[in-house]
C-alpha cells in the first residue's frame, strides 16, 4: 500500500479498517444486502483523499482528526445509496399500482386490488369530465412528467398561463372527486 502523501500507509490502513467497521455498523441488514461495504468504504475514501488532495480540506484537518470526517462522509455514501434503493422501490410500487396492481407486489390482497381499480376508475372518469386543454395540462404534467416549459409549448400557451390551467384543473378535479365520494 503506498503512501498518498496525505496520510502515511500505517494511518491509510488505519482508515480502511475504521471505515470498513462504521459502514458495517451503519448499515442496515438491507442496505448491506443491497450494497457492498468495500463500495462504500472505497468511495468515501476516494472522496477524503481528493478532497484533501484538492486543498479543500485543511492539511491540519486531513490528517489530525480524520475518522470523524472519514464517518461523516461514509455516513452520507450510506444515507444515499439507502435513498436510491427507497426510490426504486416506491417506483416499483407505483408502477404496479399504475398498471392495476396492488401497492406491493409481493402481496396478493384482492381489497386492496380493488380499491386501487376503483379509485383508478373514479379518476378516470373525473379525468373525461375536464374540458380537453385542462385534461392535457393533467395528464402531461402528472402523468408524462413534463416540464412546464414543454406543456407550454404543447399547449402553444405561455409558461404562466399554462400553469394556471394546472391550477384550475386540479382545484375541477378536485371538487369533481369530492362530489364522487
Known sequence: MASTGILSEAELAAAVAFLRRFARQSMGHD??????????????LREFLTL?????????????????????????KIVDRARYHLVRVRHRQKLAVRDGGTTDPGRDDPSAAAAT???????????????ADQRTAVVLFYFEQLPHTEIAAHLERSVDASKMLLSRAMAKLGELLRAKA
Request: hydrophobic residues 45%; glycine residues 2%.
Open 31 to 44: 442496505l448491506r444486502r443491497r450494497e457492498s461495504t468495500s463500495d462504500i468504504v472505497q468511495s468515501a
Open 117 to 131: 381499480r376503483e379509485q383508478l376508475q373514479r379518476l378516470e372518469t373525473a379525468l373525461a369530465q375536464l374540458p
Open 52 to 76: 484533501a488532495q484538492h486543498g479543500a480540506i485543511p492539511p491540519k484537518l486531513a490528517t489530525q482528526p480524520w475518522h470523524a470526517l472519514l464517518a461523516r462522509l461514509a455516513f452520507r
